[in-house]
């Protein structure tokens, strides 16, 4: 099979693509015949080098759609459609950029879909962060006002479709002329985002926001603060902006009296919970909607990441393993 293998940190040219043999597929595990993956900022950041725990050679990739190819235990039937997030995959052991992988049981989802592999390839990780963030992180509830803080992004994207469909008031931020997109994926309102938004907030909900969800990271998330309102929730569940910490952070500065900060970075316990078919078939449906911002073959995975590095995708980027059926 090919694997796209990381040998050591570097730029989108350090992945080189090789032969292996199939894993050897044990009792408790399934083996995936990958049909596409999507690119997430987390492979970004081990392959800069950022993932001290990751240990060389290494297969990124933290989810994988596609078909069962083995399992031992009947857990699952061969040909079944299933999907794999997280749970170490890329990172304790090789992950989705490859042809087949081989995954524990307990993080596997199976469901059905006439869908193309170049939309199922987009949904998992998207999804379950996006989902589990609103849900888990935020408890939104219909009625209330979101900001999104980075929304175009593909979690972005997909977290104003979901809100919109529960009856949220969503408000999204680029840095870049992004109106036309983001009202078309759920937002009511569109705020260009030079760095500081907490005035331009206000002018459209007096009070605040009820919930954030914070996608740029630590370089927004003092501003995201103060764009809330008291009682309200901030939830950094991503770091577009390339930053992982906040220098000389003073709790009693920066974070505004009864607003509540959270995070959320989900896990396979938020995959397993998430309504995953629902999602499926909504999507299916046209009644949520998800951007695709690019798809890529496999064998332009170095193209793919420089891409991803630039934030220019303004949407998922799917890599597939083959052509679509």
């Known amino acids: 099979m090919r694997s796209i293998v990381l040998d050591a940190p570097g730029g989108p040219e350090a992945f080189r693509i090789e032969q292996r043999a199939l894993p050897e597929v044990r009792s408790g595990e399934v083996l995936i015949r990958v049909r596409a993956f999507g690119l997430n900022r987390s492979e970004l950041f081990t392959r800069q080098g950022h993932s001290p725990g990751v240990t060389f050679p290494r297969v990124l990739g933290i989810e994988a759609v596609g078909v069962v190819a083995a399992a ?77 803080r980075g929304g175009t992004t593909s979690v972005g994207l997909a977290a104003a479709a979901i809100a919109k469909g529960l009856g949220v008031e969503v408000a999204a931020t680029s840095r870049h002329d992004s109106e036309v997109l983001l009202r078309a994926n759920g937002a009511r309102h569109f705020i260009l985002d030079p760095g500081e938004i907490a005035d331009a907030v206000r002018s459209i909900w007096p009070s605040g926001a009820d919930k954030v969800l ?69 999507v ?36 597939l393993t083959e052509g679509e059926e």
């Open 72 to 148: 031992p235990d009947g857990t699952f039937a061969v040909g079944q459609q299933v999907a794999t997030v997280m749970g170490g995959m890329g990172r304790a052991f090789d992950g989705g950029y490859a042809d087949y992988v081989c995954v524990p049981a307990g993080q596997v989802r199976a469901f059905r879909s006439d869908l193309p592999w170049s939309m199922l390839g987009a949904l998992p990780e998207m999804l379950q962060t996006a989902w589990g963030a609103l849900f888990r992180a935020l408890r939104l509830s219909a009625g209330e006002r979101l900001l999104i």
């Open 214 to 282: 914070e996608l740029v990271g630590t370089t927004t998330l003092a501003d995201s603060l103060a764009a809330t309102r008291s009682p309200g929730t901030v939830c950094m569940a991503g770091m577009v902006g390339d930053r992982w910490s906040l220098a000389d952070f003073a709790p009693m500065d920066v974070i505004p009296t009864a607003v509540s900060l959270t995070t959320y970075s989900g896990g396979v316990e938020d995959f397993l919970a998430m309504p995953l078919q629902a999602l499926v078939d909504e």
């Open 284 to 319: 299916a449906a046209d009644t949520l909607s998800v951007r695709i911002g690019a798809t890529f073959p496999f064998e332009r995975i170095v193209e793919a990441h420089r891409l991803m590095e630039t934030n220019g995708a303004q949407g998922k980027i799917v890599m």
